[in-house]
């Protein structure tokens, strides 16, 4: 039997990574569509968005695994002088351009009143920190964090720190320590793991199975509601109220974190163990990390079992989707060869297509979703609805390609000529 692979590449841009990212983006933009309902469509909002509607926040995690291996592989050896300064620069390039037109946008179109001050907070990154972002581009929030690991990545570089000495630390520093504080330690916990994989896990496969990095899609669409109906991410919680250190820099309360729980450290293995199968990495322990995955999956699918047979069954339609995605994750997963196959290959390459545009789609969609809010396109609620959101995906598509593919390239161009 021919099983279809995705190749899997040494050098230069890893189409299997660029889908795992273009997914997750998509993912947020469906989230916000309904965690902004109101702005969105205040007069109507169908069940079956509520019971699809997956958690866009832990998909921002996975952009944090991505973006620490992608910079470890980018920079395997020690950085020194103009390799640092070429670093600094090459990151600014890709972040700030898109950035600012994103920013601009979304202060064109507020409805809110902001402060030189917050206005210039958040042309510097430092929303989340000292201000907060815009309200009509919240996502922009994850960029500050984003930012200062680029700037934490200096150091361990230099100094060649042992990436597993610095993702100990942060993980009890997260426990540890509150608010802001523990966030950015909860996200330097999520972008030193993928630093990790760089750096101590090197043999690569020839290339993986397309059915298999599908089934991984489902996984991850599945653990949100499969898990935290069961309490399991509770556990970290209860776990850091056992710490000495609980609650070390509790005076400081300037803003809202934004980046989420301690609970979140819980899904960290399972996001790393997606990032390495996307990246064809090749290590002894696969089976048994797939074996103790289902393992906490049927754990937890027993205690929801039992929670149902006593009466809880709030949201069950979310939590029967969830479950469908599990049974779709084994399928894609054991399976391979066959119609798996022919579905699988054209809807990671689409994701590939989406994730060489997916950091401009994600901090334009949500300027484009309020400005389509604004507007009433027919008096059939359902029609409306449907309206709306093909026009947020298209237009927020559109725009993400002609900011990634048309303007990006001549700032950059225009930039290194200077």
């Known amino acids: 039997m021919i099983i279809a692979k995705a190749p899997v590449v040494k050098k230069g841009i890893d189409r299997n990574l660029e889908a795992l990212r273009g997914f997750a983006a998509l993912v947020v933009v469906f989230n916000h569509i309904e965690a902004l309902h109101k702005a969105f469509d205040a007069n109507f909002l169908p069940t079956l968005t509520i019971v699809l509607a997956p958690n866009g926040h832990l998909f921002v995690l996975v952009f944090f695994v991505l973006s620490g291996y992608v910079i470890g592989i980018s920079h ?219 393992a906490i999956i049927a754990s937890a699918i027993t205690v929801s079992v039992n929670a149902m047979l006593d009466g809880h069954k709030a949201n069950m339609g979310a939590y029967f989707i969830a479950i469908g995605y599990y049974l779709l994750f084994l399928l894609f997963w054991l399976v391979e060869g066959g119609w798996l196959a022919l579905v699988s290959k054209p809807v990671i390459r689409f994701g590939s297509w989406i994730g060489g545009i997916s950091y401009a789609l994600y901090i334009v969609h949500a300027p484009i979703l309020f400005v389509i809010g604004r507007f009433t396109f027919s008096d059939q609620v359902v029609t409306n609805y449907v309206i709306k959101v093909i026009l947020l995906l298209s237009i927020s598509t559109g725009f993400a390609w002609l900011l990634e593919k048309w303007f990006q390239p001549r700032i950059k161009q225009l930039l290194n000529r200077a």
């Open 76 to 294: 395997q050896e020690p950085m020194r002088g103009p390799v640092i300064g070429s670093y600094i620069k090459k990151r600014l390039l890709r972040i700030y351009p898109i950035y600012i037109i994103a920013t601009l946008f979304a202060l064109l179109i507020t409805h809110y009143s902001f402060t030189g001050w917050d206005i210039a907070c958040n042309f510097l990154m430092l929303q989340t920190l000292l201000a907060y972002p815009i309200f009509e581009n919240g996502p922009t929030w994850s960029l500050h964090y984003e930012m200062v690991y680029y700037g934490i990545f200096i150091p361990i570089s230099r100094f060649r720190v042992s990436p597993l000495l610095i993702l100990g630390i942060s993980l009890v520093l997260a426990l540890g320590s509150a608010g802001i504080f523990s966030a950015y330690f909860l996200g330097l916990s999520y972008w030193i793991s993928g630093l990790c994989i760089a750096r101590y896990f090197k043999n690569k496969s020839d290339g993986v199975a397309y059915n298999k990095l599908l089934s991984l899609l489902f996984l991850l669409l599945c653990l949100d509601q499969v898990l935290s109906r069961a309490g399991m991410p509770n556990l970290v919680k209860h776990l850091q109220y056992q710490l000495p250190v609980n609650h070390l820099f509790d005076w400081y309360h300037l803003q809202s974190p934004l980046l989420g729980s301690t609970r979140d450290l819980f899904f960290l293995p399972f996001y790393v163990f997606a990032v390495m199968i996307f990246a064809g990495i090749n290590w002894r322990y696969e089976r048994q990390c797939f074996g103790l995955i289902n």
